[in-house]
């Protein structure tokens, strides 16, 4: 080797030593110091030998190459407490990386919103159409609790909450016809005029008498003729429509009362003159054109029968009406008692098949004071 690349050799061992002398200061090891010492004696003593020869420039390449192993050492020489430092930080990053993954993996997969139905639009030109409100009976309370007929001012009753519907087995259509009030008709008149008679009356038979001849007969004198007088007729009287004790007051609002349960559901409230309910009594129905029959279950004395007490439209009954699912036609519902007296007029309710237009009714039937 020459004199000139075995200087520039010990050089670059001196320099490296020196950063590292430099980086850990007092605590660099013993022995780093003696090779410092003696690279540095034994480069004092190769340039008096050859003071008179150059040294050769050193190519940029061979820089890059010693600099980049210098700096791999001193990463590699760290203390303890820098590269635990320098673990924990990367620890740290990769736990958020895995956190951001997770977060989006959940963001992408988890259950969309229902997107509600476009609103249609209004143009400000035309004329205000007027906004439907929902109704609310003013036959009850929910917050005001209610004495029962006959009970005891200590004994109250408040509604039940929203009841779970019940399977509605498919109804058998029967023939024997609902009990019916026949309408009660006018007698109509059946005094008829006697006919005049035209015929004129035999003449009377006289005695003969001997000594009187008899005179000639006169001419008989035209009778005059009558004539029948027609009677004129006396005016139809419609029969009276039948009394039922229980009126109907009330109907809801099928506006608010979209539903998409498949069966037919009716509250009816059967109340007294002071919107109390009234128990016992039963709601009778008949499918028109089908002429199935239907009939419920007593009403009860409370506000059993509620639509939702948490929905801006409720509606409170004491007997519900389930008559099966829905069909095209029209039930005619009314109140009777347990043996089927009618108590109430008909109320019809027209139904279609198409679910687009399936909807809960509400009927208020109140007793006549």
């Excluded at 010990?10 to 010492?37: D, M």
């Excluded at 620890?91 to 989006?104: D, N, P, R, T, Y």
């Excluded at 259509?173 to 009356?201: K, N, R």
Aim: hydrophobic share 40%; net charge negative; glycine share 4%.
């Amino acid at each position: 080797m020459a004199v000139d690349e075995l200087i520039q050799a010990k050089k670059y061992r001196l320099e490296e030593l020196k950063k590292y002398q430099a980086y850990y200061g007092p605590n660099t090891p013993y022995p780093v110091i003696v090779e410092i010492n003696d690279l540095e004696a034994e480069l004092q003593r190769l340039t008096k030998a050859d003071k008179t020869r150059a040294t050769p420039p050193v190519k940029k390449r061979s820089l890059k190459k010693k600099k980049s192993q210098a700096h791999f050492w001193e990463f590699g020489q760290l203390s303890g407490p820098t590269k635990d430092a320098i673990a924990t930080i990367a620890f740290i990053g990769l736990v958020f990386l895995f956190g951001s993954i997770v977060f989006a993996a959940y963001v992408r997969t988890r259950p969309r919103v229902p997107v509600q139905a476009p609103l249609a639009y209004v143009n400000p030109a035309d004329p205000a159409v007027p906004t439907l409100r929902p109704t609310f009976t003013p036959t009850s309370n929910p917050n005001q609790p209610l004495l029962t007929e006959g009970a005891s001012d200590s004994t109250t009753y408040l509604p039940t909450p929203g009841e779970v519907a019940t399977e509605v087995p498919t109804p058998v259509p029967t023939l024997t016809p609902s009990a019916t009030v026949p309408p009660t008709a006018a007698p109509l008149p059946t005094d008829t005029p006697e006919p005049i008679s035209l015929e004129p009356e035999p003449p009377s038979v006289v005695a003969a008498q001997p000594a009187v001849a008899p005179a000639a007969p006169a001419a008989p004198a035209a009778a005059p003729v009558a004539v029948a007088s027609t009677p004129e007729p006396e005016p139809t009287v419609a029969p009276p429509a039948p009394e039922f004790p229980f009126a109907m007051v009330e109907q809801g609002n099928r506006e608010f009362q979209r539903t998409n349960y498949h069966v037919i559901t009716i509250y009816v409230a059967a109340v007294s003159a002071g919107n109390v309910p009234i128990g016992g009594i039963k709601v009778v129905g008949d499918h028109v054109p089908s002429g199935r029959h239907a009939e419920s279950g007593p009403s009860d004395w409370n506000w059993s029968a509620v639509n939702c007490l948490e929905c801006d439209y409720i509606k409170q009954g004491n007997v519900k009406f389930e008559p099966g699912t829905f069909e095209d036609g029209v039930w005619n519902i009314y109140l009777a008692d347990q043996s089927g007296t009618p108590l109430s007029p008909v109320v019809p309710l027209s139904y279609s098949a198409d679910p687009e237009k399936w909807v809960w009714d509400f009927v208020l039937f109140r007793k006549n004071s």
